[in-house]
């Protein structure tokens, strides 16, 4: 690990965050591939414990998904990607991650509001500066980025296509 020095910054510079957020894990649930237009994608649902996502909102979620794909919006080089669905306290996100270009992770990003899941889904844009991912939504992607490396280094055949997709996370964000 590389030393640098840190000692000659003056922090009380920086922005503090507010001393009553109080943060929590939130759990990854893995759900079943989703069929697209030339393509499957894995699916994962985030929540907190006590606020889990209702299977008629992971239904809506997904045949979202698959109308938008129909589309050809959301085409992966390789038919291959993941859906994080994170259902947050004010919003709840879509985040579409699909594998371009060998190594490129490239992601379409929904939100709608929590409290109305008959919302229509509305694209992220239109800012050169957006959100990326929070910190829960990492988890499975950082996942989902170690299971594509794990793949590019196989053989690439049926079998590892198979393992690759079959490879997804449940557990904490921890």
Known sequence: MNSITVDAHDLSLLPRMETDYEHEERTVRPGDLLPIRNGLLKWYDVYRDDYPIAMAETASARAF?????ATGILAADYGLGHVVHHQSGGGTFLLV?????????????YIRPTADPEAPWQP????????????????PIWHERNAWSRFLLS????????TFLADQMTGSTR
């Open 65 to 69: 998904v698959q109308a938008e794909a």
């Open 97 to 109: 991650g699909v594998w371009r270009g060998h190594n490129e992770l490239w992601e379409r990003v």
């Open 124 to 139: 992220e844009s239109g800012n050169l500066f957006h959100p990326v991912a929070c910190v829960w939504e990492m988890t």
């Open 155 to 162: 053989s690439r055949d049926d079998a590892a296509l198979r």
